[in-house]
């Protein structure tokens, strides 16, 4: 049990233009890259999944920046999350 334990998920940092890698991956340049889909779900999903199954962590935050936010505002309420627990920093 680890009682109160916080988890947060600063998703983002710097990165490079998707689309100069790839023309498939065009579509994806605006998608911050913790919701880049691995094995046909968000990466984000994968790391959540994890963690509501294990019950590792009793509260989650998600940090993001204004233009992320957004995106994961939408992932939060898709999976029932509070839209409280995505901050915009």
């Known amino acids: ?7 947060e998920a600063a998703p983002g940092g710097g990165g490079g233009d998707l689309g ?5 991956l065009r579509g994806l340049a605006s998608v911050p890259k913790a919701l880049l889909p691995v ?13 509501s199954h294990n019950r590792a962590i009793s509260e ?3 940090v ?8 994961f505002e939408r992932w939060a ?6 839209v409280s627990r995505v901050v915009n920093s």
């Open 1 to 7: 049990d680890f009682g109160g334990l916080l988890g």
């Open 20 to 24: 100069v890698l790839a023309p498939s």
């Open 39 to 51: 094995a046909g779900k968000p990466m984000l999903d994968h790391w959540w999944g994890y963690l």
């Open 60 to 62: 989650i935050f998600i």
């Open 64 to 71: 993001s920046n204004a233009i992320q936010y957004k995106h």
């Open 77 to 82: 309420t898709a999976r029932g999350l509070p």
